[in-house]
């Protein structure tokens, strides 16, 4: 009750206020209110995207590679992850559990098909920080490839750039590969992770 109370009152807010701020861009006619929360509607109902990250839905084992130097071999470690959709299928959450450079690590990451902006958005929060990490990009043609980039800063100033290769390989496989550039320098592969759905 209390979500439609909050969603009611911001669309009631950006109704008020897009006619306004429309005006401003004399090729932009504003939108009468009642074609707004007609497109609104439709634009909250799950889709194609969301019925591909809503297949995931499940329990997985996972595989991981890390590198903090390229010229190294890598770390592995292996955990478990629980997917399972949010919201009548419109996210998709994952909680991991294992071992991350030798540690104890679990991670909750929230992923979704925004219709509005039609890109893909995920959000990461682990044991191993107190941010909230988040990326968003697009999807090839059968949306089996989904390539997401974002940002993070770093102790002593400055951030680093990550590109991720998400790929639903088949309904029981799954692979995820993280790149990262600091302080512009030349992008390295940072992880791997392959899921296995759990028979």
């Not at 009468?32 to 969301?50: F, I, N």
């Amino acid at each position: 009750m209390r979500f439609t109370s909050i969603t009611l009152t911001c669309l009631c807010i950006v109704m008020t206020t897009l006619p306004v701020l429309a005006k401003d861009k004399k090729s932009e006619k504003p939108m009468d209110p009642q074609a707004m929360m007609e497109t609104y509607k439709k634009l909250s109902m799950p889709g194609e995207p969301h019925k591909q990250l809503a297949s995931l839905a499940g329990s997985w084992t996972t595989k991981t590679k890390q590198w903090m130097d390229p010229s190294k071999p890598a770390m592995e470690s292996t955990g478990s992850v629980e997917m399972k959709t949010l919201l009548d299928g419109r996210f998709l959450q994952q909680e991991f559990s294992g071992d991350m450079m030798g540690q104890p690590y679990s991670g909750i990451g929230i992923s979704g098909y925004d219709n509005l902006r039609k890109r893909y958005v995920s959000t990461w929060i682990d044991s191993m920080g107190t941010g909230i990490f988040m990326m968003e990009g697009t999807a090839d043609a059968d949306g089996k490839t989904i390539t997401l980039k974002g940002q993070h800063d770093v102790p002593g100033g400055g951030h680093m750039t990550h590109r991720a290769v998400w790929k639903i390989v088949d309904d029981n496989t799954q692979t995820f590969e993280m790149y990262g550039t600091h302080h512009g320098g030349k992008e390295m592969k940072i992880m791997e992770i392959t899921y296995t759905r759990k028979q």
